[in-house]
């Protein structure tokens, strides 16, 4: 190896340091989300409530206007860890590969939460962009076998 090989995977792990407090886990840059903007709580909105068990979400489908605030209320009423995540297709599927790798992982983002069996936690969305957006489980194999549903925002 040489010293400028050396150098130069120093100040790649340098540049990757530095720039971390921008992301979030795993690299994720979270200034805007394809899906909206996170709500504000203390605003009106309407409640949709999302059962999640062993490879299904109850409702699988979900309509909203732009513009509309949604309070969803998440439960976990499976036996095995599961999460919600709100995105586009293309970025829940990026994200299903870095969970292959860190399957443990744990979400600290406004657009999603994992939850233990028969928990619930509670996200405030408001959907800005009109589109068909997906929430998911990207826990390991739980997408692939239908563990998915879409919110159609016109």
């Known amino acids: ?69 949604i309070r969803f209320v998440i439960r976990n009423e499976g036996t095995e860890d599961h999460e919600f995540l709100l995105a586009t297709t293309k970025e829940n599927l990026a994200h299903a590969e870095v969970m292959k790798k860190h399957p ?16 619930s936690a509670e996200l405030v969305w408001k959907f800005t962009k009109a589109g068909t957006f997906e929430y998911a489980c990207l826990i390991p194999k739980h997408r692939d076998y239908g563990m998915l549903g879409h919110v159609v925002v016109r």
């Not at 999640?52 to 979900?62: D, N």
């Open 104 to 119: 443990h992982m744990e979400h600290d983002d406004p657009n999603g939460v994992r939850l233990s069996p028969y928990k």
């Open 1 to 69: 190896m040489t010293k400028n090989t050396v150098l130069v995977g120093i100040a790649i792990i340098a540049i990757a340091h530095v720039a971390a407090p921008a992301f979030g886990h795993e690299g994720h840059h979270h200034a805007s989300f394809s899906a909206g903007e996170p709500g504000d709580a203390s605003k009106p909105s309407r409640t949709i409530e999302i059962e999640m068990s062993e490879m299904k979400f109850s409702p699988s489908q979900i309509d909203v206007k732009r513009g509309e605030q």
